[in-house]
């Protein structure tokens, strides 16, 4: 079986104008993926003869890809990173039976995605759909908060009659958005803002806020009331959610932080009171 994934490897390197190249290692049963800039339907016949994979290829599915591996991977993990290698140049996997269908994203969203479910949700860049139950939020409502936390490909939309939000696009993506669609959910009339950042880390400011709202908890000696406060790393956003007193001193805060760092040097002009200017240069 090595003899006949090399001697294939090696053919569709001669066969194909690109590089494509997998090396496999006898000892540790580990491959090293190295494509440079090669046909994207030669990349996906590689896959399924070191997989044992059936794909079924969209006629739009086209280009060119490029990978480069440094250090071996398991067999078990070629198939993620040609998820993900397909992700980037815009592709989705949707499994149909046996087979695996390769199409553009943007009409995956609308194929037989499998559908996940809070016990089972999937995971990585493959493409999959989850119907999330809203208990005291308006799913309704909750869609133009969610929708720009999602790609442009992606699916989402609201069921009014059963309150509940139907997300397609790559598991990694509806887990997060599962997750901060339950953190909105309240049963309370507390709000959510969405604050894009200009200037600063999504993720580093939000530590500093929840440094800052934890001492100040501390030295007040209140309970801590039940805010949320999340770092949306792809749009560099901050979402708060909670009442509008501390969603107003947050948002002070966040206007005071999200400054421009200038690298450049300034003068300052430092008046002496006793001491002489010239002695004391």
């Known amino acids: 079986m090595f003899r006949y994934l090399i001697t294939s490897l090696l053919l569709s390197l001669m ?5 494509l190249f997998a090396e496999k290692s006898a000892e540790s049963q580990t491959m090293t993926l190295n494509l440079n800039n ?6 996906i016949s590689t896959v399924s003869e070191m997989t044992g994979k059936t794909f079924i290829i969209d006629p739009r599915v086209k280009g060119n890809v490029t990978v480069v591996s440094a250090a071996p991977v398991a067999p078990d993990s070629i198939y993620e990173i040609f998820v993900s290698v397909l992700k ?3 592709y989705a996997v949707v499994p149909s039976g046996e087979a695996i269908k390769i199409l553009p994203q943007a009409y995956a969203s609308k194929d037989s995605a499998p559908l996940v479910s809070a016990r089972v ?3 990585g860049d493959k493409l999959v759909t989850r119907v999330i139950k ?4 308006d799913a309704v409502q909750m869609v133009p908060i969610l929708r720009p936390l999602l790609p442009q490909q992606a699916h989402l939309a ?17 887990n997060r958005v599962a997750e901060i669609a339950k953190r909105m959910d309240r049963p309370s009339d507390l709000d959510v803002d969405i604050i894009p950042l200009r200037h600063s880390q999504a993720s580093e400011l939000a530590e500093t806020l929840a440094s800052l709202v934890k001492k100040s908890t501390a030295k007040s000696g209140k309970a801590p009331v039940d805010n949320t406060l999340i770092a949306d790393v792809r749009t560099n956003s ?3 959610g909670g009442d509008s007193g501390w969603r107003s001193s ?16 300034d003068t300052e002009v430092v008046p002496l009171r006793f001491a002489d200017a010239r002695e004391l240069l």
């Open 15 to 19: 066969l194909c104008s690109p590089q």
């Open 38 to 43: 090669a046909d994207i339907r030669a990349f």
């Open 88 to 90: 980037v140049h815009g």
């Open 121 to 123: 949700t999937g995971n």
């Open 134 to 137: 809203i208990h005291h939020a």
């Open 158 to 174: 609201a069921h009014p009659v059963s309150n509940t939000l139907v997300v397609a696009d790559s598991a990694a993506n509806v």
């Open 238 to 240: 901050l979402i708060l």
């Open 250 to 265: 947050i948002r002070l805060l966040i206007a005071q932080l999200d400054r421009e760092v200038s690298n450049e040097g």
